[in-house]
């Protein structure tokens, strides 16, 4: 596959993932099934379509696609939080969005 695909692949399937782990911290608890699968298939997507890219560019290990996983990781992981500690929901908004925009940074900054 050209790496547009992997591209378009990861890109919505991250806009997926950060739009239902905000869903989850306000959503009723009913549906937590459903969102939790929606959250964890969004980030299996969000990973083949990220390391499809980094093997289509081969682009090696660079420090910044280190982050990237680590903000991957996190965002896959708040879904479930947000159900469990809803009183944390405000804090972990705010992770949320700091994760998100730091993975965003990375990929126009690329600082090392």
């Known amino acids: ?36 699968m929606i959250t964890g298939i969004a980030s299996v997507l969000a990973l083949v379509g990220g390391f499809g890219l980094q093997a289509k560019l081969a682009l090696g290990w660079p420090g910044w ?6 903000c991957w990781l996190t965002l896959s992981a708040l879904a479930g939080f947000g159900y ?6 405000p804090t972990l908004a ?6 998100v925009t730091v993975a965003v940074v990375m990929v126009y900054v690329r600082p090392f």
């Not at 696609?65 to 680590?70: G, M, N, R």
């Not at 469990?84 to 929901?89: F, P």
């Not at 705010?94 to 994760?99: G, L, N, P």
């Open 1 to 36: 596959m050209p790496p547009t695909v992997y591209s378009i692949i990861h890109v919505l399937s991250i806009l997926v993932l950060t739009g239902y782990t905000f869903y989850a911290f306000a959503a009723a608890p009913e549906s937590r099934k459903r969102v939790l």
């Open 65 to 70: 696609l280190f982050v990237k996983i680590v």
């Open 84 to 89: 469990r500690r809803r009183q944390s929901a």
């Open 94 to 99: 705010a992770v949320a969005f700091a994760c």
